[in-house]
């Protein structure tokens, strides 16, 4: 009789537990990494040449300190100043049949006053309104965060209500998963690494190449910061 090769694998253990990471459960196991394309950063070390940074104003990238590094984006203090980073090399794409994991840690210093982005898009210098993507979005003039995704091949954009408010000064921590049948799954933790939501949404997806894009605009004149701790994507091969 012949024996499967590849391990079942359960990702809630033996029990009906939740698992400890809602995005990051169903990661391959290390024997299994060739078939996956991954990039993270701790931001232990920034390389402005890694960056693709476009700077409304004269705001500023820099690594800050704080445990496992971080860096930060600071506005100038223009009403509508804004720093926007596009990781250089599109190595990403939602294709048929494969998982697509993305997550990150980050602070803002004003919650309402400023409009956020975080996810993968299109290299583009305007990534709030940008025309492919997977991405969460914090609008101006409310602390809400939003997992939007927008595909130039569909034609739509998809807004998905998380449900969880940003605060100031105070980390979260926002990841999707792609489970590649369709349906893309998100979850948000607190300042503490608690969950404080999570949920489900259909899948509109880009089919253009993407790449890890972060940003923060003014919604207020004032020098607002935007730190991130790190940011992690990866996604399936077949090779």
Same mark, same amino acid.
């Given at each position: ?70 860096? %930060? ?33 980050? %602070? ?132």
């Amino acid at each position: 009789m012949s024996r499967s090769q590849t391990p079942t694998r359960w990702p809630n253990g033996l029990t009906n537990a939740a698992p400890a990471n809602l995005v990051l459960h169903k990661y391959p196991l290390p024997f299994e990494m060739k078939d996956i394309t991954q990039w993270w950063s701790d931001f232990d070390r920034y390389r402005s040449a890694d960056w693709t940074v476009t700077t409304v104003g004269t705001g500023t990238v820099a690594e800050i300190a704080g445990v496992g590094g971080l860096i %930060r984006l600071a506005t100038s203090a223009g009403a509508t100043d804004a720093i926007y980073m596009d990781k250089v090399g599109e190595q990403f794409q939602f294709v048929t049949g494969a998982q697509v994991w993305f997550q990150g840690r980050f %602070r803002v210093s004003d919650a309402v006053n400023t409009e956020l982005v975080g996810g993968l898009q299109i290299t583009d210098t305007a990534p709030m309104a940008v025309s492919d993507g997977v991405y969460f979005h914090k609008p101006s003039g409310a602390a809400r965060l939003f997992l939007v995704q927008v595909s130039a091949a569909t034609g739509l954009t998809t807004t998905t209500d998380t449900g969880v408010d940003v605060a100031s000064n105070a980390f979260a921590t926002a990841g999707y998963f792609y489970d590649a049948n369709g349906t893309v799954f998100w979850a948000i933790k607190d300042t503490n690494g608690v969950v404080v939501g999570d949920g489900s949404a259909p899948a509109n997806l880009p089919t253009v190449t993407l790449t890890p894009s972060l940003g923060i605009l003014n919604a207020a004149a004032a020098i607002h910061d935007l730190d991130i701790d790190y940011v992690f994507v990866a996604q399936n091969l077949v090779r």
